[in-house]
């Protein structure tokens, strides 16, 4: 019988087996192209997690949450060992862009996801961590010269926030040159949202985040191709 890799991966990702959970993607690996870890065996499991981390139950706590996202570290920094020449780090060739919950989450899961896949994807991610006021994200944004804001809430109560983030951002005028993502459970279950609260664009999954901040870093340049950051 065919081994359900996806399930076993998820049940020691639930045993907050980290160590157990490398072993399932070393046996995945065998006779396969490590490139497809990614569609064929870490994302459909996360997204199984994800559902029953949304749904409040399967045994489902923050630990298991810490666990499953040092695991999706571990295999996308295996896979980004194995796609360099040499076998060294990878160096960033997009953004920056910044990623943090807004203020009063504290729920990183989906935020650690995303910020894997981006650096995965090339991007040079700055991580402002969880409960980061509108403020701060759009300070960020200046000293770095970040074009997109990457802003994950989990529930309605701390989405209500991302509109104060909106406001800063229009406030300092910078309006359309820094895009806002958003990204959460709340935005998957009430997709209206995205735009009732000032987002401009989001994605269904980890995994389409990249293409996500690829659309909107474009987007900023077309309106003003000036950089954000003031030249020393």
Known sequence: MDRNYCQELLDAIERADRAGAAAVVDAWAVGRSFSQVVPELLSPTLESFGTLWSQGHGGVSLATGYVASKV?????????????????????????????????????????????????AGWDVRDLGVDVPPAQFVDQAEETGARVIGASAMMYTTAKNVARIRAEIDRRGLTGKVQLAVGGAVFKLRPELVSDLGGDGTATSALEASALFERLWQRSLNLDPTPLRALP
């Open 72 to 120: 999706a570290e571990d295999v996308l920094s295996r896979l980004l060992r194995e796609s360099s020449p040499d076998g060294g780090p990878i160096l960033p060739s997009k953004g920056p862009v910044l990623l943090g919950n807004v203020e009063d989450d504290f729920h990183p899961l989906g935020r650690n996801m995303v910020v894997a896949f981006l650096r995965t």
